[in-house]
């Protein structure tokens, strides 16, 4: 006996079609249960300590700070002006991307102020969507004001959706402007030009251990 077929619409109804129908389902059901996978994978590492483990992976992570610091002023030496008048700035010298489909991003941080390390901090960012995996970069926040370093350092400092990075390269930061009290460059670990989404990026902070 020929399969059933029904004409719903101007659309063939079969078995064929309605596994197809299921695929999809089922594929949109993976896509948001891997989004919240992910979610979950950067919550536990926000639930870690925002501060390296012991005296040797703090002073690893400075020497990448101070490497991405070198890298960003050799790229655009006009980006001392930034390092001079900052109220303070913040250094994430590796910023990990996600895969293809689900869009993240980790990366832990020195905040300075005055020139002087305070403390560490960590960026997490979790979205849907396209995403390169395998990608990454480093990324320089610069405070305006002391107002906005104390924002920073509460804990509760996210970026909105809005907000955009400068892809730094040779001259760029001539024209870099403040947005509500800072400044975001982003750059391959390389020093490589590299525009990268910082919108909804969240992050935390700890102070440095009082000896």
């Known amino acids: 006996m020929p399969a059933l077929v029904r004409i719903h619409g101007g659309r063939r109804d079969t078995p064929g079609f309605a596994v197809l129908e299921r695929t999809e389902r089922n594929g949109m059901r993976n896509a948001v249960l891997t989004g919240m996978c992910v979610a979950a994978g950067l919550w536990l590492l926000t639930g870690c300590s925002t501060a ?56 832990r941080g020195e905040l ?10 960590t960026l997490t960012q979790a979205s849907i969507g396209l995403a390169l995996g395998g990608q990454k970069y480093s990324e320089l926040i610069f405070f305006e004001t002391p107002a906005a370093v104390d924002r920073f350092k509460s804990g509760n400092f996210a970026f909105a959706a809005q907000v955009s990075a400068v892809a730094l390269k040779s001259g760029v930061s001539a024209n870099a402007k403040y947005a509500d009290g800072v400044a975001v460059f982003t750059m391959g670990e390389a020093g490589l030009m590299y525009e990268a989404s910082v919108g909804g990026q969240k992050f935390s902070f700890e102070p440095l251990a009082k000896p």
């Not at 655009?76 to 910023?95: E, H, M, R």
């Not at 300075?112 to 901090?121: D, F, N, P, S």
């Open 112 to 121: 300075y102020e005055g020139g002087k390390l305070t403390g560490h901090c």
């Open 52 to 107: 390296p483990q012991g005296a040797e992976q703090q002073a690893q992570l400075t020497v990448k700070s101070e490497t991405a610091i070198a890298t960003a002023k050799k790229t655009d030496p006009g980006l001392q002006k930034f390092f001079d008048t900052a109220a303070g700035y913040a250094v994430f010298p590796s910023v990990g991307k996600g895969a293809i489909g689900v869009g993240g991003a980790y990366g």
